[in-house]
């Protein structure tokens, strides 16, 4: 079900055992800083943006990937609309 958000939008795709495993993420405005206990994979579907990853600000757009380690902060930025598919796993 997708359910709005301060940043855009996000939909679960997939859960297994009550946790999120997968979901998508539309951004039309910064997303807030936060933290997962797993590591988050980011795979950008469309527009472009910065994932800031800890210290690291990370430019992407269409097609790139970006690995969050566990419990670190991060949030993203759109350029103007950004869309991410995340997966969360215990190994990268």
């Known amino acids: 079900m997708k359910r ?45 943006g910065i994932i800031v990853n800890g210290d690291k600000h990370e430019q992407v757009k269409k097609g790139s990937v970006c690995k969050i380690a566990p419990n670190t902060d991060h949030w993203m930025i759109p350029d103007v609309h950004m869309e991410v598919l995340l997966v969360y796993s215990p190994n990268p």
């Not at 999120?20 to 590591?39: D, M, Q």
């Open 4 to 48: 709005k958000t301060s940043f855009g939008s996000m939909e679960t795709l997939l859960e297994k055992g009550g946790q999120i495993v997968s979901e998508i993420l539309v951004f039309e405005k910064e997303g807030r800083g936060h933290k997962h206990p797993l590591w988050e994979i980011c795979y950008v579907t469309e527009g472009a």
